[in-house]
């Protein structure tokens, strides 16, 4: 069984530039999640979505962020513009229909704001 | 609200040493509890979680963690390290009524020595 791939693994850009990432999740799995990793803490969720639902995004910056999910299966997570700050991990996670309790991460895709 | 105290950024440790990783908790309900481990270039992969019944939970690596209501603690041990279990540890805690979004502790990172 294929694990969650996102792409890509690295981007550098400068501050004010837009950055999109690209996240596929196991298949069959409804439920999808991206968080940011800051370096030294630990996955801050930004939003949950259940097939092409938003369940939460509650801690999402929506002034620059947006993610969508149209056919319910990968996902867009975009900044605009992007800000030093954004800089950080964004991981991508999905769990299946009846297994809620185990999120299946992917590789991350690690973003650098200059 | 919940939320998650790793009280230890960094745990080093001798290999074949015992070794206790502390998570606290907060939360005004019932909580399911999770560690998740990234190792060097990985994405995060669950270790164990706690979810209901025997409060001391098992990994198939050796890992075990113990639920403690009363301290609000899920603390995570191993009795013997390896090597190969240095890596970045993660607790983590959901509830029913958060939807089953995880909030994360900030980690720590063991590191094993020969």
């Known amino acids: 069984e294929a694990g969650v791939a996102q792409s890509p693994r690295y981007k550098i850009i400068e501050k004010r530039q837009s950055v999109a990432f690209w996240c596929n999740p196991i298949s069959g799995h409804a439920t999808l999640y991206w968080y940011q990793q800051i370096l030294g803490q630990g996955p801050k969720l930004l939003i949950q979505f259940q097939n092409n639902g938003v369940v939460d995004d509650s801690q999402l910056p929506k002034d620059r962020f947006s993610a969508e999910r149209l056919k319910g299966v990968d996902s867009t997570l975009k900044i605009q513009p992007a800000k030093l700050e954004d800089s950080a991990v964004y991981l991508c996670?999905?769990?299946?229909?009846?297994?809620?309790?185990?999120?299946?991460f992917g590789p991350g895709t690690r973003l650098l704001v200059l | 609200a919940q939320s998650v105290t790793q009280l230890d950024s960094q745990v080093p440790v001798f290999e074949e040493a015992p070794v206790e990783l502390r998570c606290n908790y907060s939360s005004s309900v019932s909580v399911y509890l999770f560690w998740y481990v990234q190792y060097p270039n990985q994405g995060l992969q669950l270790l164990l979680k706690y979810l209901s019944g025997s409060t001391l939970v098992e990994s198939i690596n050796g890992f075990e963690a113990e639920f403690n209501k009363s301290q609000t603690s899920f603390h995570l041990r191993k009795p013997s390290v390896h090597i190969s279990d240095t890596a970045e540890y993660f607790c983590a805690v959901t509830n029913n009524n958060a939807g089953n979004m995880l909030t994360f502790g900030g980690g720590t990172r063991l590191m094993v020595k020969p």
């Open positions: 996670a999905s769990t299946g229909t009846g297994s809620w309790e185990t999120q299946y």
